[in-house]
């Protein structure tokens, strides 16, 4: 195993405790997991834009509340969409006072 470097800004890289390394960009501890988590939450995501983008949520001018939760919803909902989930949400703003 390599020795531990130091930065200028006095951090230690390259240090293996545990499955955790240090990162070199600040003193955070990032664990193998998390990396690989991430990574399947942003596929998550954006599988979930793709099926709002090709039930055309966002076409069409105005964007009301009930518009803008569903494609909210139908984004978080992810591959679900494609499973048979077609999540729509109902709501009404208060209108302004004349």
Same mark, same amino acid.
């Given at each position: ?20 390394? *240090? ?18 939450? *942003? ?31 139908? *984004? ?23």
């Amino acid at each position: 195993m390599r020795p531990p470097t130091r930065h200028l800004e006095g951090q230690v890289t390259g240090v293996s405790l545990s499955n955790r390394r *240090v990162v070199s960009s600040g003193s955070w501890w990032v664990h193998p997991g998390m990396r690989i988590g991430s990574v399947i939450l *942003v596929i998550w995501l954006v599988i979930g834009l793709f099926a709002a983008v090709q039930r055309d949520y966002f076409k069409g001018g105005d964007a009301t509340c009930a518009k803008t939760g569903t494609v909210a919803v139908t *984004v978080v909902a992810g591959p679900l969409n494609y499973l048979g989930a077609n999540p729509k949400i109902k709501c009404k703003a208060p209108q302004p006072s004349k």
